[in-house]
């Protein structure tokens, strides 16, 4: 006992872990249920820095509502423990309308009149609406063996990825870009950087932005998404955040928050269309090696995204088809750390959006 009296350092240490520990453990229920943990590869209070990446913070087990859970955000899903979130709200069904049967005039004995009976002009049938757009829903659920495993399920399958390759894309110049926002992190920075998009359109990217952060982060002196969307009205906004979200949580609690993050585009600027850019792919090393940053992981949560395109107001595209190889993998020709492009092939990117414009609406 007197030599550990000699040790504050170590007290100080010995006690915030057991306090940071007994965080985790209080929080694991609540704020932390989307941090992964396995307790045979590390201690429990490592969930409250991973929390702290995230800007979940320890003080929120005070407080209700906090934002930071999944479950609670976008499309929803199941809340507690170990219990994996469930499937995203499931769109309201179109009610089948009841056909109407119409009787057939009886036979009567009277005489048939003679004189002729003009028939009415016929009505010109109005135009048809256009159908709603029903989003798929999930397959199936994530298991606990790939949370624990930090796979991200590919629960929506290509029915959304289809859907959007239905919209007839087209080719565009660079003023096509004046009215546009592109939002993103590491990747996006790369194409504000190393093409003249930036002579047109204005970015807001950081190194490492997740969707957890999009309207949380300050970008540096232009303030945050919101108040930027205030000062100015955008005709088309540009999303490509995910990739720094592989390996937390679940395909539906990454699918949740991200159409959380949508719906509020909508809302503060209900005039943009919204471009949802599929995450690009790794090169084959990192395919090959990394149980998380993966081709695998991204093109699941690729999967998820697409499914919120209508065609109408939000669309999807996916500059993959500019920049990998045969076997979908990032072109190792044009990486330097198999993850983001060289800076002359971010040319790549912005002729593939050149060539993917929306249709001005006609009247």
């Known amino acids: 006992m007197k030599n550990i009296k000699k040790c504050p350092l170590f007290i100080i240490l010995f006690s915030s872990g057991l306090l940071f520990t007994l965080l985790a453990a209080g929080g694991l229920r609540t704020i932390y249920q989307t941090q992964q943990f396995e307790w045979q590869k590390e201690p429990l209070l490592a969930v409250v820095f991973r929390g702290l990446n995230e800007e979940i913070y320890p003080w929120q087990l005070m407080t209700e509502g906090n934002d930071n859970l999944s479950s609670s955000s976008g499309a929803g899903g199941k809340s507690g423990g170990e219990d994996m979130p469930g499937d995203a709200t499931e769109p309201d069904a179109t009610p089948t309308p009841t056909p109407t049967v119409t009787e057939a005039p009886k036979a009567t004995n009277a005489p048939q009149a003679t004189t002729p009976v003009q028939s009415p002009s016929p009505t010109p049938s109005p135009s048809p609406s256009p159908t709603p757009y029903v989003r798929p829903t999930p397959m199936r ?9 930090h796979i991200s399920a590919d629960i929506y399958g290509d ?205």
């Open 141 to 149: 659920e994530s298991t606990y063996e790939e949370y624990t495993s």
């Open 159 to 363: 029915a959304g990825v289809l859907h959007a390759a239905e919209y007839e894309f087209v080719k565009v110049d660079e003023s096509y870009f004046d009215d546009a926002l592109f939002i993103g992190d590491s990747r996006t920075v790369g194409l504000r950087d190393y093409s003249d998009l930036s002579q047109h359109a204005d970015f807001l990217c950081e190194t490492s932005l997740t969707v957890h952060k999009v309207f949380k982060h300050d970008f540096k002196g232009k303030g945050t998404l919101e108040e930027v969307l205030q000062a100015k009205e955008y005709g088309k906004i540009y999303l490509m955040v995910g990739i720094n979200e592989l390996g937390t949580g679940t395909t539906e609690d990454f699918m949740a928050k991200y159409t959380e993050v949508v719906e509020k585009l909508k809302e503060l600027e209900p005039e943009a269309k919204i471009i949802i850019q599929a995450n690009m792919h790794v090169a084959a090393e990192r395919n090959e090696s990394d149980a998380i940053f993966n081709n695998g992981n991204i093109s699941a949560r690729n999967h998820a995204i697409a499914t919120l395109a209508d065609n109408q107001q939000i669309f999807y595209i996916d500059v993959n088809e500019a920049v990998c190889d045969e076997n979908g993998c990032l072109s190792e020709e044009y990486t330097y750390d198999q993850i983001h492009l060289l800076g002359k092939y971010n040319d790549l990117w912005k002729q593939f959006l050149l060539s993917h414009g929306i249709q001005e609406e006609t009247e």
